[in-house]
């Protein structure tokens, strides 16, 4: 039977299996990477923000391929890690694109797909450096367009993609002298090679090997329910090679005398036993990764060149009768989403509590020295579960990623560029549930502005700045973010703001206790604060702050 | 202002010329950036790309004390993560310095200056 059209459910298993190969084979592409930067790393960046992207998708259930490929381009956007995440996540952006609103895959959107893919990727680089993930995905478009042409049986189209994307991976040491030099392919376009290997096996109904160094962070992703995906669309005797082999042997002059050893040939004879094949090599160690039947014989063949560092064999029909008879629970029914929830941001259980009290649906936990990213700011829009969102960043740093969470939710929801607590405090007052979203966002801003906020904290190294000398470990007196006073004793420090800030027109003086301020240090600001001030009224709070031992709120 | 390195056999001096030509063009290699741009914006047209010759207008090198710190003014292209790309020029220009000019770099601080959005 030909399959010629890839629905969005399919397509979303082709993704998780990627994924899925993807972690699986983490360790292997990490010890390829020699370029931009030798550090070892591409593996490990490029699986986050693959499984960021796998993240995503699982939360879809029977959505058209343009659903599915979006909410991927999204989740690989938002989980980019390192230069072949973030091409990576410029290629399925573009491919999100190309696919341009099509309920389901056939052949020639899936080339085009492709196709845009590399486009879009190419755009985002000045100096495109070939031999690297982006010559991968080009020449493999490239054959996918000329494929699409001839054929419209989807598998046959994978098997060719594949194919060209081994091929052009190949080629790579041949562009890139870095590369030669080393004895290695390009560890970013392996990485894609291998997603492609997913994308083909989940059509076929091939199982891929389940291997020990998954992370900890893909745990979410490798568990059952997720397996259950991918595997009930086979059968266990179905497996025609039944034991995952790995093993790495360590060349031993000796034996290499009598058995020159050579890759290509190695691989050869490896091939000819099984699939799922996979073989690294350096000057000191070979690793190889294979599907057989009958292991004995893949290992012999390895231990002619020297001695074993490690060997793995798992009978893949156990593990996969296992995982069959799993059951995917049913998704609980989502709770109703509120009307209305303001997500906020602040350092302290103090300050969390305050906030809260104020109206806060959610406060992430962050501010000077910790900003949130936008994807923690993301889960809170998502734990607020509500169709309007209000985010108050309390901290100017943050208002960027908040804006930004804001953009990618589909959520209503607007950011009140708020950059200190008591102006997030403000604006929390001036909400009103039954007020339309622009009409409190204009509201919550001008309560944000009446308010008058001073700071006290310490240097943590000596600086110039706004025209005053401070030296680490001073007291510093910010008047809503500019340095006014400093010096070694805080208390002269908090007069000296205090007299900047409060005028004739303030009525009130509300103190955030730090975590590092002392009752008895708060008496005597009150007392100070009443002779001074005679009318203003104070109020008191343990806000459990670090960093800034007290915020004053004033207006 | 240069840099000046004491080996055994005498001094290496390398201009801040060299190191911001050598700054830039790992840069504009590293994926997600679109180009280098002046540090002073108003005076040099809003972020405006730079040519090749004129990258140490982009790029500021400082040395206090042993470290040098160097400032780097850059144009992203839209719709990538621009916080993962800023991390990809750090730690890309840092090695690339280390590698052709053996200076080990103190830090490396970028300076996203523009947003390009490409043309479809």
Do not use: W
């Not at chain 1, 929801?413 to 409190?440: C, R, W, Y």
């Not at chain 1, 975590?515 to 240090?521: F, G, L, Q, R, T």
Request: proline share 2%.
């Amino acid at each position: 039977m030909v399959v010629r059209t890839i629905e969005g459910a399919k397509f979303a298993q082709m993704v998780l299996l990627g994924a899925n190969h993807l972690t699986n084979n983490a360790t292997m592409i990490d010890a390829l990477n020699v370029f931009p930067v030798p550090d070892g790393d591409t593996g490990t960046n490029m699986n986050l923000s693959m499984t960021s992207g796998a993240a995503e998708v699982k939360k879809l259930e029977n959505e058209s391929v343009t659903v599915v490929s979006e909410a991927f381009a999204k989740g690989l956007l938002m989980g980019a890690r390192g230069n072949s995440g973030v091409i990576l996540s410029q290629l399925f952006r573009g491919f999100a694109k190309g696919v341009n609103g099509a309920e389901v895959l056939d052949t020639k959107t899936f080339a085009k797909a492709l196709q845009t893919g590399v486009n879009t990727a190419y755009k985002a680089v000045m100096k495109p450096v070939e031999g690297t993930i982006l010559t991968v995905a080009k020449d493999t478009a490239k054959k996918a367009v000329e494929l699409a042409e001839t054929t419209e049986d989807i598998i046959v189209f994978m098997e060719g993609v594949l194919k060209a994307s081994k091929k052009s991976l190949a080629h790579t040491p041949e562009l890139l002298p870095v590369l030669k030099e080393v004895g290695v392919v390009d560890s970013g376009g392996q990485g894609l090679v291998v997603i492609y290997e997913g994308f083909l096996a989940s059509l076929k109904g091939e199982a891929l090997p389940e291997s020990a160094n998954a992370t900890v962070e893909m745990d979410d992703l490798v568990n059952a329910e997720h397996h259950k995906l991918v595997q009930d669309y086979m059968r266990t005797e179905d497996i025609e090679f039944g034991y995952c082999t790995e093993f790495m042997v360590k060349f031993e002059d000796e034996k290499l005398k009598e058995n020159p050893y050579d890759e290509e040939v190695f691989r050869q004879e490896l091939s000819e036993l099984g699939d799922s094949l996979l073989v690294v090599s350096d000057d000191e160690i070979i690793k190889v990764h294979v599907h057989v039947e009958y292991p004995g014989q893949a290992i012999d063949l390895g231990q002619r060149f020297g001695s074993f560092i490690s060997i793995k064999v798992e009978n893949m029909r156990e593990q996969h009768t296992s995982i069959v008879g799993d059951k995917v629970k049913t998704k609980e029914k989502p709770k109703k989403k509120q009307d209305y929830a303001i997500v906020s941001v602040a350092m302290g259980d103090g300050l969390k509590e305050l906030l809260e009290s104020l109206g806060a649906s959610v406060v992430i936990q962050g501010g000077q020295t910790m900003n949130p990213s936008t994807q923690d700011i993301t889960h809170a829009i998502e734990e607020a579960h509500a169709k309007r969102v209000i985010i108050l960043p309390n901290n100017k740093n943050i208002v960027m990623a908040a804006e930004q969470a804001a953009d990618l939710s589909e959520d209503e929801v607007i950011v009140v560029p708020t950059k200190t607590i008591p102006q997030g405090m403000s604006a929390l007052l001036a909400f009103h549930p039954d007020s339309s979203l622009e009409t409190n966002k204009a509201n919550m801003l001008e309560a944000s502005k009446q308010v008058k906020t001073g700071q006290i904290t310490y240097a943590v190294r000596d600086t110039q700045i706004d025209g005053l000398t401070i030296e680490n470990g001073n007291f510093m007196g910010l008047a809503d973010s500019k340095i006014i006073a400093t010096g070694k004793d805080k208390l002269d420090v908090i007069k000296q703001l205090l007299a900047e800030l409060v005028t004739e027109e303030d009525e009130i003086v509300t103190i955030l206790q730090g975590e590092d301020a002392a009752d008895e240090e708060i008496e005597i600001i009150e007392s100070y604060i009443e002779a001074e001030f005679e009318d203003l009224e104070i109020e008191v709070h343990k806000g459990n702050q670090p960093i800034y031992s007290y915020i004053f709120a004033i207006e | 202002m240069s840099i000046e390195l004491t080996t055994k056999d005498g001094h290496v001096t390398i201009t801040n010329e060299v190191i911001s030509t050598v700054a830039g063009g790992a840069a504009i290699e590293c994926y997600g950036i679109v180009g280098m741009a002046s540090k002073n914006q108003l005076k040099d047209g809003i972020a405006e790309i730079l040519r090749k010759e004129n990258f140490s207008k982009g790029v500021v090198v400082r040395q206090d004390d042993d470290l040098i710190s160097i400032d780097m003014y850059i144009i992203v292209s839209y719709g990538t993560k621009i916080s993962e790309v800023a991390h990809n020029v750090q730690s890309q220009v840092k090695y690339t310095l280390d590698k052709t000019l053996g200076l080990p770099i103190h830090a490396i601080n970028i300076f996203i200056q523009g947003v390009r959005v490409q043309a479809e």
